[in-house]
């Protein structure tokens, strides 16, 4: 079964720009990239969802190169509140897509 | 917005005991999701629903059961609850494909 790998942990500062990047070297055709951001005690959020290329949101990027096996989230001027676990999912398992398996996520800490 | 509603934030349970939780969702969706979260391990898939009545197993099963006997609900069951499901739950929904999951607010189970 085909995994994502995430940086454990990251550190930034506030205002800077943070990219964070996901490996997902055995992607399917029909698989598609999603990111979560998770705050202590509540559930994942969805950021965002790309298949290639670029795609952007009021929130973040996302950039994807043309042989999707890895991914990159861009958050521009992160801020104290960006404090968070962000997971990258990518569509696993069955043909269905239904049955998807979340990586470790990456911890990101913005200090002032 | 998709609402995914957890009946409790915080629950104590004794060892033994029969546990029952409960997720309910707005948006007719067809999937819903049980993963349970713990530190350092990330998200685990427990058991997934592509429909009413239908369940499959996710990574890990073992000690728990599901039920989904109407679209919108979807509950998680301990039959004997043991020290090791202390655990954060997170129920999820999700319409198909590849679309986004939206998660509800988890819930914070300990056996003692």
């Known amino acids: 079964l085909a995994k994502t790998t995430q940086p454990i942990s990251m550190d930034s500062y506030e205002g800077q720009e943070v990219n964070i990047t996901c490996s997902h070297n055995?992607?399917?055709?029909?698989?598609?990239i999603t990111w979560y951001q998770q705050f202590p005690s509540q559930g994942p959020r969805f950021i965002i969802q790309g298949y290639k290329t670029k795609v952007t949101n009021e929130v973040a990027s996302l950039f994807i190169p043309a042989d999707r096996k890895s991914s990159t989230l861009s958050l521009p001027r992160v801020s104290l509140s960006d404090t968070a676990v962000y997971y990258c999912?990518?569509?696993?398992?069955?043909?269905?897509?239904?049955?998807?398996?979340f990586g470790g996520g990456t911890r990101l800490m913005v200090k002032p | 917005d998709v609402k995914v509603t957890q009946s409790s934030r915080y629950l104590v349970k004794r060892t033994g005991e029969k546990v029952f939780l409960e997720c309910v969702q707005d948006?007719?969706?067809?999937?819903m999701f049980w993963y349970r979260q713990d530190p350092g391990l990330g998200l685990r898939l427990i058991y997934f629903s592509y429909d009413v009545k239908m369940k499959e197993k996710g990574d890990i099963p073992e000690g728990y059961s599901v039920s989904r006997e109407k679209k919108e609900r979807f509950s998680l069951i301990l039959e004997s609850a043991s020290t090791n499901q202390t655990s954060m739950y997170l129920c999820?929904?999700?319409?198909?494909?590849?679309?986004?999951?939206?998660f509800g607010s988890g819930t914070r189970l300990t056996v003692v």
């Open positions: 999912l990518v569509a696993l398992g069955n043909g269905a897509g239904n049955m998807l398996t």
């Open positions: 055995n992607i399917a055709t029909n698989d598609y």
């Open positions: 948006m007719d969706h067809e999937n």
């Open positions: 999820a929904s999700r319409y198909g494909g590849n679309y986004g999951y939206t």
